[in-house]
């Protein structure tokens, strides 16, 4: 199995910043593409960003410019760089990686979700 633990959330004024981290562990073969996704409350799950093993990345319209995404494959964590937040940016943060890991009856290809990061951004 995967594991994806979020860290680095928490609260911010408008104009601020905040660094999310995803480490995933467990026995990973390998880790294809991660990404951000958030949800605010009342609303759906939307994709924030995403970044492929090969490190080239693809950001919502709403965070384009303002959000970096990155990775390290060594750390197997992905981070996501939150500059000039805006309110509407409060949601919890969730990480998503598919990835091959080495189980029972050989290699398995799965999607895993981390439970995610709550950000806060209020003056």
């Known amino acids: 199995q995967v594991q994806l633990v979020e860290s680095g959330g928490g609260l911010a004024q408008p104009g601020g910043s905040l660094r999310l981290s995803c480490a995933a562990s467990?026995?990973?073969?390998?880790?294809?593409?991660m990404a951000w996704y958030r949800q605010a409350p009342g609303k759906q799950r939307e994709l924030v960003a995403t970044?492929?093993?090969?490190?080239?990345?693809n950001y919502a319209d709403s965070v384009k410019g303002r959000f970096t995404i990155s990775r390290d494959n060594a750390k197997n964590t992905v981070y996501l760089q939150m500059n000039s937040l805006k309110p509407e940016d409060t949601a919890v943060y969730y990480c998503?990686?598919?990835?091959?890991?080495?189980?029972?009856?050989?290699?398995?290809?799965?999607?895993?979700w981390g439970k995610g990061t709550p950000v806060t951004v209020s003056s």
């Open positions: 467990g026995s990973i073969f390998r880790i294809d593409t």
């Open positions: 970044i492929s093993r090969g490190g080239s990345p």
């Open positions: 998503n990686a598919d990835g091959t890991v080495v189980g029972g009856r050989g290699f398995e290809y799965g999607d895993y």
